[in-house]
């Protein structure tokens, strides 16, 4: 009997013993979390938490249904991203991503598959963000119309050492959408167009007018299609003449309106002038008059 409880004893010592150690594997190797894709034309970085203390990171990646790969700069690392934008080279591509907790480099571990998080699907062609774009305005000689020279966002993709743009990239696919209006006014209108030189008609000659400009790509889901927007910009208003912003009447009818102030001015100067005459005049009587009767 006695042999029997120092026996159960020792079982529950070890299982407790096990139980400890499996609670501190746990521990050591804590799951990555908040994984997640944040990608800025084509500029493509895995992002997760929290930072690591006694353990290390590994990213595996790869297309849906192929091998796995890792990039060297995130194999058992203590950051919290890795920049996969090199590696996601077919853009059209679905891509996953594991991240791995791993033990410090030289430490070895009895795990057979290490925890890991894994992050959303992934096509760098529809998810992509595409920033807001740059653009000049150019208004033509006879300003009746502007033309918007934009600018096409460059991406961190080489082709024959040249940097590509997002047209290299969505070709045709990529379009533009231009919201404008008159400077000070709250009515929009609107204006889509395939190509990177937008032509504005029918502007009220000598206006001002504010523009915003985003890359639109209709083939994306709903609500990827739309890019950031670009910072306002508006157009100089144009210097008129008095002559061209007043009517003739309404001149006319400024100068009438001077000519009688400048005409009762005068007239009240001139009431002032002889009543001050006046009051002298009366003052050098009296004075002479009483010189007179001494």
């Given amino acids: 009997m ?8 020792f079982g529950v010592l070890l299982s407790s013993l096990l139980f400890t150690i499996g609670a501190a594997d746990e521990d050591y190797f804590l799951k990555a979390m908040d994984v997640q894709w944040v990608s800025n034309n084509f500029k493509t970085i895995l992002t997760w938490g929290p930072e690591p203390t006694n353990y290390t990171y590994t990213v595996e ?7 796995r790969h890792r990039n060297p700069h995130c194999i058992r690392s203590s950051g919290t991203e ?30 057979v598959e290490f925890p890991y998080t894994r992050a959303k699907r992934f096509s760098p062609y529809k998810d992509t963000q595409i920033g807001g774009p740059t653009f000049k305005i150019v208004q033509s000689e006879d300003k009746t119309k502007m033309i918007l020279h934009i600018q096409d966002p460059l991406t ?3 082709k024959d050492d040249q940097l590509l743009t997002i047209r290299d990239v969505f070709k045709n696919d990529l379009k533009y959408r231009v919201v404008y209006n008159k400077a000070g006014s709250t009515g929009k209108k609107e204006k889509m167009s395939d190509l ?24 994306r889901p709903a ?72």
């Fill in 2 to 9: 006695e042999n029997v409880r120092t026996f159960l004893h």
């Fill in 196 to 219: 990177r030189n937008v032509e504005l008609t029918n502007l009220d000659k000598g206006q001002s007018y504010c523009f915003m400009v985003a890359a639109y790509i209709p083939s």
């Fill in 156 to 158: 961190p993709l080489y």
């Fill in 82 to 111: 890795c920049d996969l934008t090199n590696e996601l080279r077919n853009l059209q591509e679905t891509y996953s991503a594991d991240v791995l907790s791993e033990p410090l480099p030289g430490i070895t571990s009895d795990l």
């Fill in 223 to 294: 609500k990827k299609r739309l890019g950031d927007w670009s910072k306002p910009q508006c157009s100089a208003r144009e210097r008129k003449t008095i002559f061209e912003e007043f009517s003739f009447g309404v001149i006319t009818a400024a100068i009438g309106i001077m000519l009688a102030i400048f005409i009762i001015l005068i007239t009240l100067t001139v009431v002032c002038c002889k009543r001050c005459c006046c009051k002298k005049t009366k003052t050098v009587d009296k004075e002479n008059l009483h010189l007179s009767s001494v």
């Fill in 61 to 67: 990646f790869y297309s849906v249904g192929k091998d």
